[in-house]
């Protein structure tokens, strides 16, 4: 068992994804990987994602996530992990590759985070506004969604779940949760009490196949108050919440040139942590990045480097609360220096990461 985690998102391995691999979308016009297999057609696209399986994530990169000093991996896997069949969409396997990924952990002495991170019919993802698609949530509508979320997870438990390497499974990313607004007003997205019953179910199958000390994540769905007196009974053991703590959009956008705003969002951070833990869970924050507001338009690319360094180092002293930390994401095509950690971690003293 890891005992503080400090670790990196292996996002855009096996769910592609344009900001993370844009080489994969160039000159198709597609946004996602439906209109990636659309635009290409089956056989292309299976061969132009079995190569990026192959080259994206590496021994080397495992290599050097330890050298820096992470310990652990947050590796998101879609519902087709295993692969899958049927309608216009095939989807190969990518599960060859995380056993690659639990290899290369293990012999660099890391820990890896399951998280299944999409479902049929679409979860949403409340790390995006509520104006975007992405923030659609038809899963809990859909007439298998639930059944294959559940097999893929107990799949995933039953391979993995003894291993040494596994630090534990997140039984769903970051769902649109559905809240009350005023006396007779809900929010879009999924029922509360849906949620709350697949969690349950998810937990009695992935612990079936594994040991206490593993653990099972589940997200805070961005309202962390909402789960008082979740799973709180003595057969649930080892159970954890997921905070994603983002600070450049809408509602929490925080300009950190202003004087107060790095402040804000530090207080910000240690809040949400704070009302998470109230529920009796420790906390994980799933994903974070170096991204904020620079609304200046002065400010020149040194600048913005000097503080975004300050910015991640004060994030990272929010988080002295939390159990532990996940960066979005280990790299990306393009280096962007707000996500990448290899660009955005990189000046920060070994001392600081740990």
Not at 7 to 31: K, Q
Not at 260 to 287: D, H, M, Y
Not at 302 to 307: C, I, K, L, P
């Amino acid at each position: 068992m890891v005992e503080r985690i400090h670790g990196v998102n292996l996002s855009g391995w096996f769910i592609p994804e344009p900001w993370v691999s844009p080489s994969l979308f160039a000159a198709t016009g597609a946004s996602n990987e439906v209109e990636l297999q659309q635009a290409l057609g089956s056989a292309v696209y299976s061969e132009r994602l079995r190569q990026h399986y192959e080259t994206f994530i590496t021994e080397f990169d495992f290599n050097r996530m330890a050298a820096i000093g992470f310990n652990a991996v947050r590796l998101p896997v879609p519902w087709y992990v295993f692969g899958a069949q049927g309608g216009a969409v095939a989807h190969i396997p990518a599960v060859d590759y995380v056993d690659r990924a639990m290899e290369w952990a293990e012999k660099y002495r890391m820990a890896v985070l399951l998280d299944l991170a999409t479902v049929p019919g679409g979860q949403g993802d409340s790390n995006e506004s509520a104006t975007t698609p992405e923030t659609i949530a038809d899963w809990h509508s859909s007439t298998n969604g639930r059944a294959v979320a559940l097999e893929v997870l107990d799949k995933l438990a039953e391979r993995y779940g003894k291993r040494p390497g596994l630090l534990g499974i997140e039984l769903l990313d970051s769902p649109v949760m559905s809240v009350r607004r005023g006396l007779f007003n809900m929010t879009q997205g999924i029922p509360s009490h849906y949620l709350r019953n697949y969690y349950r179910d998810a937990y009695d199958l992935v612990r079936a196949h594994m040991p206490a000390d593993k653990l099972v994540v589940f997200s805070a769905s961005g309202h962390p108050e909402m789960w008082k007196r979740f799973m709180s009974g003595d057969k649930y053991q080892n159970v954890w919440m997921d905070l994603h703590l983002y600070h450049y959009r809408d509602d929490k956008a925080i300009d950190i040139t202003s004087p107060r705003g790095i402040s804000q969002a530090v207080e910000r951070n240690r809040t949400l942590i704070k009302t998470a833990r109230s529920c009796g869970f420790p906390v994980l924050v799933g994903e974070w990045s170096a991204a904020a507001v620079l609304s200046s338009s002065t400010v020149t690319p040194e600048g913005r480097d000097a503080y975004e360094r300050v910015f991640i180092s004060s994030e990272l002293a929010s988080f002295s609360d939390a159990s532990g930390w996940f960066f979005q994401t280990w790299k990306t095509e393009k280096r962007i220096p707000a996500w990448d950690a290899r660009v955005a971690l990189a000046p920060l003293e070994r001392a600081m990461i740990d």
